[in-house]
């Protein structure tokens, strides 16, 4: 049983034993661990980023990396990457901005606003990632198959054969496949952390509710 929980229990107490508890001691715990949920989707936010790059630079010398990186790509690597990074940036912002607004909060009605506005920022930002997986991916085929000279000749020889209907079939099939996988892996893994501290910023928002009654 966590410190909420014993102070609603003892709230509830008639019995003289137990010292009184008053809503707001209520209310200042609740504001106390929402700002601790904020602060923490602000902090593993910033880690997934730091992650995602890491990622991005030991693998800068592999050969695929380097396959593509010899293709005259930059005219749409470059402006998807900037348009990637400024608006991760915001919501960086946006995070930090909510852990800002819930810390100085002094009213229940305003902090299940603030609650209401972060559960909407994490559920965008998740949306954006996977929006913007697809995108990337699409870019990327793209690129493949206008400048892949091994892929160009395989598309000339299924239309050749009168297969480029089937050959374009499967390719996408297989993209979409394994775009589904790593889609998969990505929402399980927002879900278990993303997900967990939602629920708990959920619960504080029904207690807060109860006490607003």
Known sequence: MDELELLKKHWKQEDAQYPHVSANDIYKMILKRSSSIVKWIFIISLLEFALWTGLTFFLKDSKNAQHFDKMDSDYLIIPLTVIG????????????????????????????????RTRKTVKNYVLFNLIFMVVSTMVIMYIEFDQDQA???????????????MFYAKTILIVAGVLAVFAGVLLFFYWLIYGLLLRKLN??????????M
């Not at 619960?203 to 607003?212: A, G, I, M, S």
């Open 203 to 212: 619960r504080n928002y029904k207690e807060l509710r109860k006490l607003e």
């Open 151 to 165: 892929l160009i000749r395989k598309t000339q020889a299924a239309a050749a054969n009168g297969d480029i209907f």
């Open 85 to 116: 990074y400024v608006i991760l940036a915001y919501f960086f912002y946006l995070f930090y901005k909510n852990f800002r607004r819930i810390s100085v909060t002094d009213s229940a009605k305003v902090l299940m606003e603030n609650i209401i």
